[in-house]
């Protein structure tokens, strides 16, 4: 099947630095998500990508689908405490068996130190 | 709207026990889910559903059953509980627009299998 690899698994950072993951796949995806997971609730999302090479932004939420289409970003800038969670990226692939089903990275643990 | 809902919120099971996982959307999507979570795993899809009556194995479906009976719910069963089944379970659903579709989370139920 499909993977997604995430990375990097979790990071320590201040307050108000910027952070950047990543997620790589073996495939092409015709979707890019990212989700934000805040303890004890379900995944929301914050930004989809539509386009290999689209950049979106969502306030402070940078985020890119790759060229190859096989990779995506996310950075966030100016950290604040509010952005701890786990980031999930997702992918969804090209059609077919695949259509409208995601993949999911294993997760980006994201703690800000005030 | 109250947009996903699950029931229970946590849950302990015996080895061997059955028990019902309950999923209700009032957003009139097509598409449900259900996802395991386990830690550092991401999400792992086990059923979906592209309509009433309509199911469909995803990547890690042994163990667990589904009906669709209606559009708003989409239980998940386990009939034999197993330690491996220990995890959290989030149901989603999504309208089915394509390339553009995006998932709706609940806020999960932790079950534990002892």
Sequence with gaps: GQQLNQSPQSM????????????????IFNTWLWYKQDPGEGPVLLIALY??????????????????????F???????????????CAGRGAGGTSYGKLTFGQGTILTVHP | NAGVTQTPKFRILKIGQ??????????????????????????KLIYYSV?????????????YNVSRSTTEDFPLRLE?????????????SSPGLGLSDTQYFGPGTRLTVL
């Excluded at chain 1, 320590?12 to 796949?25: A, H, K, L, P, R």
């Excluded at chain 1, 996310?74 to 999930?88: C, H, K, Q, R, W």
């Design chain 1, 51 to 72: 386009k290999a090479g689209e950049l979106t932004s969502n306030g402070r939420l940078t985020a890119q689908f790759g060229i190859t289409r096989k990779d995506s």
């Design chain 1, 12 to 27: 320590f950072i201040q307050e108000g630095e910027d952070v950047s993951m990543n997620c790589t796949s073996s495939s």
């Design chain 1, 74 to 88: 996310l950075n966030i800038s100016a950290s604040i405490p509010s952005d701890v969670g786990i980031y999930f």
């Design chain 2, 18 to 43: 059955s028990m019902t996982l309950q999923c209700t959307q009032d957003m009139n999507h097509n598409y449900m889910y259900w996802y395991r979570q386990d830690p550092g795993m991401g999400l």
């Design chain 2, 80 to 92: 034999l509980a197993a330690p491996s089944q220990t995890s959290v379970y989030f149901c989603a």
């Design chain 2, 51 to 63: 309509g009433a009556g309509i199911t469909d194995k995803g990547e890690v479906p042994n163990g």
